[in-house]
T-cell receptor, first 111, second 113 residues
């Protein structure tokens, strides 16, 4: 069965430091891959997506993600985080008629 | 402005009292979906609709109903709510199929006492 794993429930990063959020998936074919962000009290906003082609994709708010087929991973990165990046981040895999979601990683920013 | 609108945003009600959460999108999207979000579980799909009059069960459909009589609207119905349906609910839409980028509403927080 398809699944998405985000191994880190929480991550704490100092403002200005780099960030990497991990996402691993289980799916037989190359899936469509997404990262979404959820700020407190709000809905989910699409950060970036991978369908095919270049395995390094750029998104909004300075985020990027790299698809590694051999590792079944799609990790999210940002070179320098800002306090406004504090939120919950969700990785999702698109399979046929639905998105399969990871449980989310809560990002905490230390001043 | 392209948006998905859910109402109400917050609702506290009692067990067994039927309720409907409305969802409307203005993007002419064919695909619409309902999710519930619970701590530590991510988003779980309740029902989805590929087009008007076409609906199908997601991963957690028990206790919920939906309808899709018009393209823009996709209401979620809880005919006899129970406390285990206390959750944060999201409606989403996408252009054609569910594996495409989805646009989300701001969520509805339901508390069933």
């Amino acid at each position: 069965a398809q699944s998405v794993t985000q191994p880190d429930i929480h991550i704490t990063v100092s403002e200005g430091a780099s960030l990497e959020l991990r996402c691993n998936y289980s799916y037989g074919a190359t899936p469509y891959l997404f990262w979404y962000v959820q700020s407190p009290g709000q809905g989910l906003q699409l950060l970036l997506k991978y369908f095919s082609g270049d395995t390094l994709v750029q998104g909004i708010k300075g985020f990027e993600a790299e698809f590694k087929r051999s590792q079944s991973s799609f990790n999210l990165r940002k070179p320098s985080v800002h306090w406004s990046d504090a939120a919950e981040y969700f990785c999702a895999v698109g399979v046929r008629y639905q998105l399969i979601w990871g449980a989310g990683t809560k990002l905490i920013i230390k001043p | 402005e392209a948006q998905v609108t859910q109402n109400p945003r917050y609702l506290i009600t009692v067990t067994g009292k039927k309720l409907t959460v409305t969802c409307s999108q203005n993007m002419n999207h064919e695909y619409m979906s309902w999710y519930r979000q619970d701590p530590g579980l991510g988003l779980r799909q309740i029902y989805y609709s590929m087009n008007v009059e076409v609906t199908d069960k997601g991963d957690v459909p028990e206790g919920y109903k939906v309808s899709r009589k018009e393209k823009r609207n996709f209401p979620l119905i809880l005919e006899s709510p129970s406390p285990n349906q206390t959750s944060l609910y999201f409606c989403a839409s996408s252009l054609s199929t569910g594996n495409q980028p989805q646009h989300f509403g701001d969520g509805t927080r339901l508390s069933i006492l």
